[in-house]
Each structure stands twice: as C-alpha cells, then as structure tokens.
C-alpha cells in the first residue's frame, strides 16, 4: 500500500463531518420566489406556447404572480414579521423586518401597474392588420433591416419583456433585504441586466433607445465595480459580509473574526474607503449627483412603460438598501457619512431642479425631476432617526405612483413618429383633450409639492424629519429647490392650457383599459396621499424598525 492510499484509508476510517443542510425559510420568502417562479415559468412559455397566445398568457402570468406575492407580503406583515417577529432569514443572507416589508409591498403594486402599460396595445394604430405594443417586433433584428420589417408584418411582438421585468423585480425586492454584501450584489445584478435589455427594445426610434442601453449598461457596469471592490474592502476590514458582524466591528464591539485577516482588521482607511465605494454604487442607482449622468438620457431612449417602471421601483428598492446600509451596518460612522451625505443631498436638490428648467423633452424633464426627488429623499435619510425612515418609506410609495401614472400619460401625447415628447407639441394639450391634460397637471403638482397631493404630504414629511435630525440648513435648500422646480412644473401646465394648439399638433390616442387603470390608479393615491396621508403614514411608521 502507497503512502497515499494508507493516508486516504485512515481519513475514511475516522468520523466523517456531515455538510450542514441549510436552512431555508420558505414562507418567509414566498413574495421572492413566487416572482422568480413566474419568471421561469414565463421563459419556459416563451419556448412552448404558439407565438399568437404568448401575450396573453405572460400578461395573465406576470399580473396573477405580482399580486399573489403581494398578497404574501400583507400575509407576513400580519403575521407580525414586520414588529414583533422581524428577524434574519435565509442563514443571514435576508432581513425580513418591517422595512423591507413595506418597500416590498410598494415594488410589487407599483410592478402591477406598470405592467398595465407594458401590455397596452391600442396606442399605435394596427400594422399590417396587427395591434402593436411600444416594444420591438423583433428585438434581436437590425433596425430598419429586411428582417425587421419581415418581423412587423408578420405580427411579432417582443414578449420576453415579461420574464426580464419580472426577474427584475425579483431583484428589487431582495435588495432593500438584502443583509449581508453579497446578497446585495447578487440583488443588484439580477434587477440590473434585465433593465439594460428592457431599455434597448423600443418599437420606434430604435437607434436612440439601443443608444439609452448601452449608455445604462457601462454606467451600470462602473457603479457594479466601485460596490464589489467597496465589499472586498469591507471584507478584509471586518473579516465577514454580514451587515450586523461589521456594524460590531465598527462599534468595537468584536474584535478579530478570521485570524487569517487579523493585520488587516480594524484599519480605519478600508472602512472609509469601502463604505464610500459602496454609497457609490447604490447612489448611482438613486441617480443622485454626481452619479446622474446616465438618468437623462436613459429615461428618454428606453420605452416610456419601462421608464416608468425603472423610475418608480429602482427608487424604491435603492433607496430601501442605502437605508439598510447607512442605519445596520455604518451607525458607528454617522459623523462620517453625514456630511458627505448633506453635500451630495444639496447638490442633487438644486442641479435636478435648475437643468430641469432649460429641457425642451418632457421625459428629460422627468428624469431631471427624478433627479432632484432623489435629493430630497436623501434628506430623510440624512435625519438618522426612525421618524426620517418612516418619512423615506412614505415619501417612496407616493413618489412611485405619481412616476408611473406621469409616464403613462406620455404615452397618450402621439404624432406620426410615434410619442410626441417634445415639449413645444404638448402646447394648447387643455383644449384639444382636457381629460389628459387635466390628469397630467395633478402629476406635475404632485411632483411640485403643492398642498393637498401626495407630493406636499411625502415632502412635508421628509423635511420636517430633516429639521428634527438637525439638518435645518438642508430643509432651507430643499424649500428654495422646490420652489425652482414648481417654476418648470407649473410652465408646463400654462403651456397645456394657456397656448394655442397647433394645426399640426400631435392627437391623444384612447388606450384600452389597462392604462386607463394605471393612470386612475395613479392619480387615486396621488389624491388620497394626499388629503388623508395619516393612515399611511402611521404605517410606514410601524415599519419604520430594522433588525440586525
């Protein structure tokens, strides 16, 4: 018998250690995997369903799965996973706690609605005796090709966007609970490549809306650097991922972990540097200064239902895991993140409010819009109190209805190019359809601020958890930066209702049901937020808890 035979018959003879199964808990991630479920299910459908069914049944499949895992979502809340019995799910990989709860909830119903605007198919007129959607006949064809014009008289339609939104939002909802690095950065890629695709599959002005893709996709990929290379610093300063083991290591409260990191643990300059690293990555996901480069452009390339659902939920879930960052792992660095934070805060306040005045695009407009929100959540953020999350969480659930239902207003604006985005058509919009106009001027004052919409009540909160955290000097610049953008607000509601229509002016198309429903439902919460915000508000404060 060789030395290595005998060496490998005593290690069998000795115990074996069994590999520990790992412990899973189902319910408590039923919203999650019900979405991924429907997204798999939805690609196995693309593959085995005749083509002129699929839309059916990925539209049925998308919206029965969404409000299933909605559903599932009110059930762990009422069960108390959201108070008394939030804890640490998934062998510490997921938090299942009141916050992610609540930004769950949100991602899921704002999904639904815009959903709604990603099946509408009676905007365009009927080609080639066929109804048409706003995404490509043939996603994987050359614009302007044989092939493509091959694929739209044959009636195609692009329904793989089904199964990429909802693996998408698959992410989005692992995101905001995402409790150690990895968990984040795996979330963030799964939310992140199918919004790339999604941006690049335009129906009409193709060139621009690949353009939109790729401007996303390096952008994306730079800020996806900065937050793994900011995890590996935090790694080798707290020898672990998991977001309470580090948040003990900065308080001081542990000291080595792993002796194989023990020169490098606890030194200050990987904690810095990597925590920075990583508030890159996520305020780029915000699309907060100076990592907005790519908002404008973007929003107005890509598909108007896909802007609208990339506005509203990749808000929601970002924001979700900044909160979870700066308030479970970086409470020990407040009086280092803080003053960055203000100056970031500041600074996306007014650049989103002062270049939203000169757009002559109303989806650039909106983006510069989103721009400037962001500044203003970030004043929530910056009150380090549960009143400031509380508001942050209230603030994202109005904003993300009043997105959508802006966005599916724009869809309705057309001329023969297709949407008519520029702002010079929209002009004298009050009197050739009142309806409309009327709709898109309680977005806009909602998106200003003004009393009695869910813009004033979100705002209103966010400011006054600003001052209470001491951050007055803040809320001064918040007011002053509403008070700009509520200048290119109210500029287009004048334009809509004051200014003669043109001759050649672009029509409003009467969408099916399904829009009509994403726009009322918008403009009922933008109301509702409004005049009674109270309800909600007590919810988000009952939510408002992290566990670690």
Excluded at 330 to 338: A, E, I, N
Aim: aromatic residues 10%.
């Amino acid at each position: 018998m060789t030395a290595a035979q005998s060496l490998l018959t005593v290690a069998a003879e000795g115990p074996v250690d069994r590999i520990p199964a790992p412990v899973i808990e189902y319910a408590q991630l039923a919203p999650t995997l019900i979405v991924v479920g429907a997204a798999i299910v939805g690609i196995l459908v693309e593959a085995f369903v005749p083509r002129r069914s699929r839309y059916y049944v990925q539209v049925f499949l998308a919206v029965a799965a969404l409000a299933s895992a909605f559903a599932a979502v009110v059930g762990l809340a009422a069960a108390g996973y959201g108070g008394t019995k939030a804890h640490i799910a998934a062998m510490g990989a997921i938090a299942v706690d009141g916050p992610a709860l609540f930004l769950q909830g949100t991602v899921l119903l704002a999904s639904i609605v815009a959903m709604f605007t990603f099946a509408e198919r009676r905007l365009d007129p009927a080609s080639h005796g066929n109804r048409v959607d706003s995404f490509a006949a043939q996603a994987a064809s050359v614009p302007g090709s044989e092939s493509e014009k091959a694929a739209v008289k044959a009636g195609f339609t692009t329904t793989e966007v089904f199964p990429l939104a909802m693996f998408a939002i698959a992410g989005m909802l692992i995101f905001p609970a995402a409790n150690d690095l990895l968990t984040l950065f795996i979330a963030l890629e799964v939310f992140s490549l199918p919004l790339y695709l999604l941006c690049a599959v335009a129906r009409r002005q193709r060139l621009m809306s690949q353009e939109a893709a790729v401007k996303y996709f390096l952008l994306g990929a730079f800020s996806s650097a900065f937050l793994l290379f900011g995890i590996a610093l935090l790694y080798g300063y707290a020898g672990s991922v998991s977001y309470a083991v580090i948040a003990d290591v900065v308080d001081g409260t542990v000291a080595a972990v792993d002796p194989a990191l023990a020169a490098t643990m606890g030194n200050d300059a990987l904690l810095l540097i990597g925590g920075a690293l990583i508030l890159m990555g996520l305020l780029f996901k915000v699309g907060a200064v100076p990592f907005h480069m790519w908002t404008p452009d973007v929003y107005q390339g890509a598909p108007t239902p896909v802007t609208g659902f990339m506005a509203a939920a990749t808000k929601v879930a970002a924001f979700g895991a900044l909160l979870r960052l700066l308030y479970v792992v970086l409470p020990g660095l407040r009086w280092d993140w803080r003053p960055v934070m203000w100056g970031v805060a500041i600074v996306t306040m007014l650049a989103g409010a002062v270049i939203a005045v000169t757009q002559t695009d109303v989806k650039r407009l909106l983006a510069y819009s989103s721009i400037a929100h962001a500044g203003f959540i970030l004043a929530g953020v910056i009150a380090t109190s549960a009143e400031g999350v509380k508001s942050v969480l209230f603030y994202l659930l109005a904003y993300s209805f009043v997105t959508i239902g802006a966005f599916a207003v724009v869809t309705l604006v057309r001329d023969a190019g297709g949407e008519a985005t520029h702002l010079s058509k929209w002009a004298g919009l009050g009197r050739r359809s009142p309806l409309t106009a009327a709709v898109f001027a309680v977005f806009l004052l909602a998106f200003a601020g003004i009393p009695l919409t869910s813009g004033f009540a979100g705002k209103f909160a966010v400011f006054k958890a600003a001052a209470e955290g001491g951050a007055g000097a803040l809320v001064v610049v918040g007011v002053l930066s509403s008070a700009i953008a509520a200048f290119f607000y109210i500029r287009v509601i004048v334009l809509m209702f004051f200014s003669e229509p043109k001759a050649d002016g672009p029509t409003v198309a009467v969408p099916s049901p399904l829009t009509m429903t994403t726009i009322a439902v918008g403009v009922a919460v933008t109301l509702v937020l409004g005049v009674a915000p109270q309800y909600f508000l007590e919810l988000a404060g009952q939510a408002s808890t992290f566990v670690r």
